[in-house]
């Protein structure tokens, strides 16, 4: 059995690792693609006619794709707040959370498909892209955060990056 959930993990952490570089390729290309825009603009006095609509490409799929990183690693809204509670009832509440959040990775696949579909018969202006591609990352947005969400309602911690919230634990605990 635990070599089924090791697997599991595995493709998991795998998908994980393919859609951050994929986030990763996309920041880069977004800052080598304004960097040129700028330098032949001043420099040249021209400007390659697909730089703006590529660079608005990538900037919807970068930040959707990060909501649903954003999901993975419980960076949505938190109040320290509530942190002084029963731990049974941070407990429901982060199970409550996690079903939200499920609701709106499904409203993204339901929706966002119904909008990428009614955007296949148009095309991009300056690279004559399907529109499709830039309004596909919705419903792919919806199925990974509902997929987090559900693994994170089962009680697995799918944080990669535990780290910066345990360093800002022990700076709060430090004493003034």
Known sequence: MADKKDGIKKFFLTID????????????????????????????????????????????????????????????????????????????????VDVVTFLFGLYLVVYGWDFTMAMRGSVLAATQLPNVVQYIVMPITGVLTCVYSILQLLGHDLRRYNVIEEGNKQDADKPE
């Open 17 to 96: 690792k393919i859609v951050e570089g994929f986030c990763i390729v996309l920041l880069v290309s977004m800052i080598v693609i304004v960097f040129t825009a700028v330098i032949t603009r001043k420099f040249f006095h021209f400007m390659f006619a697909w730089s703006e609509e590529v660079t608005l490409l990538c900037l919807t799929w970068f930040t959707f794709i990060g909501i649903a990183i954003g999901f993975r690693e419980r960076l949505h809204i938190a109040m320290d707040l509530f942190e002084k509670l029963p731990k049974k009832l941070l407990n429901v509440l982060d199970k409550f």
